[in-house]
């Protein structure tokens, strides 16, 4: 049984302060919500500050990147092990925004999770076809690509641990999310591809969520497919109460 998780992905925005009074709002609203991993994604500098506001709640904190050397003559860029003296426990690799915008390639994210992994952190990894892609009949071309080049040579002890974020490109930011039939069908064939690769256990308890547009008026009807097990909140999880309603209304939430 795969407990369901939701992320918030803030992407660039909030401060140290939006941070604090962000998390302090939070950890009082999800208190008593359980069967529900709840997890946010603040920027680098906000982490630590997140992550000592979260202490003993069960949120979770994600950075939103990483690079794959400990340490070394790599300006702008923060390790595994940076993020985890920060506090968080979980890290997002391969956002279609790092892809598209900052040179991202499926080589890259395999490095970068093997260092996740080496530094003890959950992986997020994201994964997705574009409107061109999707239109030319090459969607399940892409995410096996993603898939093959991105988790070459993880084990299937590791499968369990890592989370897949199904983020049509077509559907970030732009209001029109995938209906609960395209998701369904999306995450099942990642889920049977993960079955040929790692066996059927690391298939069945890997958690694949979704990510495009989610809002409180359609996390139920995605979040009540079979194959999914939650999702990456970008825009939505930037304000309080309407992540929370997110978080309430996914599957398996009991408040
Ligand atoms: P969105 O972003 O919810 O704003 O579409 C999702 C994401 O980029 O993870």
């Known amino acids: 049984m795969r407990t ?51 202490r003993n ?4 904190i994600a950075a939103q990147d990483l690079h794959w050397e400990r340490e070394g003559a790599f300006t702008g860029e923060i390790s595994a092990p940076m993020i985890v003296e920060a506090g968080a426990a979980y890290v997002i690799i391969g956002h279609s925004e790092r892809r598209t915008l900052f040179g991202e390639t499926d080589p890259s994210v ?19 076809e574009t409107l061109d892609q999707r239109e030319r009949g090459d969607t399940f071309g892409v995410l096996d690509r993603q898939i093959t080049q991105g988790l070459d040579g993880i084990t299937s002890e590791q499968v369990v ?36 690769w790692f066996g059927a256990d690391g298939a069945e308890r890997c958690r694949v969520i979704y990510g ?25 999880s930037l304000d309080v109460k309407g992540f929370v309603e997110i978080v309430s209304r996914s599957r398996g939430a009991a408040v």
């Open 4 to 54: 369901p998780l939701i992320a918030g992905n803030w992407k660039m925005h909030k401060t140290v302060a939006d941070t604090v009074k962000y998390v302090k709002e939070l950890r009082l609203l999800v208190r008593d919500v359980t069967g529900v991993d709840i997890v946010i994604a603040p920027p680098f500098t906000a982490l630590h500050a997140a992550a000592e506001a979260s």
């Open 161 to 196: 641990q890592l989370v897949i974020a199904y983020e049509p490109v077509w559907a970030i930011g732009t209001g029109r999310n995938a209906t609960a039939a395209q998701a369904e069908d999306a995450h099942g064939h990642i889920r049977k591809r993960l079955q040929n």
């Open 57 to 60: 709640s069960h949120i979770g």
């Open 110 to 128: 395999n490095r970068k999770l093997a260092a996740a992994f080496g530094a003890g952190l959950t992986p997020i990894v994201c994964i997705g």
């Open 212 to 236: 495009g547009s989610v809002k409180p008026e359609n996390i139920g009807e995605l979040a009540g497919q079979p194959d999914v097990d939650g999702a990456l909140v970008g825009g939505a």
